[in-house]
């Protein structure tokens, strides 16, 4: 006798949200907006809109694939074990088909209503995030981070692309910075979940080199993150405004790394020094994009 699997109740909009990574979402708009209106050119207002929105869902669908890809390491993570997949409130076919849905239809949207260079920067972002980063390094190297952090900075290309159709020295720049960003501001978040990382088999670099290592390519990264950051400005392409805020903020940030760069820990740590690291790294990357749009407007 054949015992039928159970079926799962239907997804409603909340899953199909969730599976969208709406904080990640959040930080993917926000610098792809600001790639947008740091260029010298004025976009159409419904034109820009359609640009950001393709953005948005173009990360959605990254996320969803991700999660689909990834269903079985988020199970056994606390920290994503309440995921709509893990958690058993959708199937994977749902999500693999949402997901592919969501980011062919924002390539074919950014490309019939902005233009063909900020579709194809879109297309690229959201194939390398699933097929080189999710697929292919988060479960064999420790370098997932390294290489898979283009996939996060993506979007001021976009942006930039999206007005303008080309793409220069300034919005490569702010793919630098996010680039450059991504291993201290996760490697921060990696030291201090490192269990989830090590019951889930993948080779993040504090499961693998271990802390101290970890610690030292924080503040190495930290380092060259500061030097894109405020390349902007002894380059011509921003001004004093930027300056003084990229200065002040990176230099707070450098603080912060060197702490953590610099400490040991003991089994009953609290580790809340990466844990102030990781939230400062989040408010630090918005406020210098931030910075640069207001120099820009200034000027």
Not at 28 to 44: K, Q, S
Not at 135 to 164: D, E
Not at 229 to 252: F, S
């Amino acid at each position: 006798m054949t015992i039928a699997a159970p079926l799962l109740p239907p997804a409603d909009w909340r899953d199909f949200l969730a599976l969208t990574k709406p904080r990640v979402m959040s930080l993917v708009v926000f610098t792809g907006l600001c790639g947008m209106l740091a260029t010298p050119v004025h976009i159409h207002p419904v034109i820009g809109f359609t640009a950001i929105l393709c953005i948005a869902l173009g990360a959605g669908a990254a996320g969803a694939l991700n999660q689909w890809y990834e269903a079985d390491i988020d199970r056994v993570m606390r920290r994503t074990m309440k995921r709509p997949l893990p958690a058993g409130r959708m199937d994977r076919q749902s999500a693999l088909h949402f997901g592919v849905g969501l980011g062919a239809f924002s390539v074919i949207l950014m490309g019939l209503a902005v233009n063909i260079v900020a579709a194809a920067i879109l297309a690229v972002s959201i194939l390398f995030y699933v097929l080189v980063y999710t697929v292919w390094l988060k479960p064999r190297t420790p370098q997932n981070i390294v290489i898979g952090g283009a996939a996060g900075a993506f979007p001021p290309l976009i942006g930039w692309a999206a007005a303008t159709g080309d793409v220069t020295l300034l919005p490569i720049l702010l793919f630098a910075i996010v680039f450059l960003w991504t291993p201290p501001h996760f490697w921060a978040l990696a030291l201090f979940v490192e269990t989830d990382y090590a019951n889930a088999g993948v080779p993040m670099l504090p499961v693998v080199a271990g802390e101290r290592v970890t610690r030292h390519q924080i503040g190495l990264y930290t380092i060259a993150m500061a030097a894109a950051v405020v390349a902007p400005w002894p380059l011509g392409l921003a001004g004093p405004v930027y300056g003084g805020i990229a200065l002040a903020t990176t230099a707070w940030f450098g603080w912060l790394a060197r702490i953590v760069a610099t400490r040991t820990t003991q089994p009953d740590d609290s580790m809340r020094p990466e844990k102030r690291l990781f939230k400062y790294s989040i408010l630090y990357l918005f406020i210098v994009f931030a910075a640069l749009v207001v120099d820009r407007w200034i000027a």
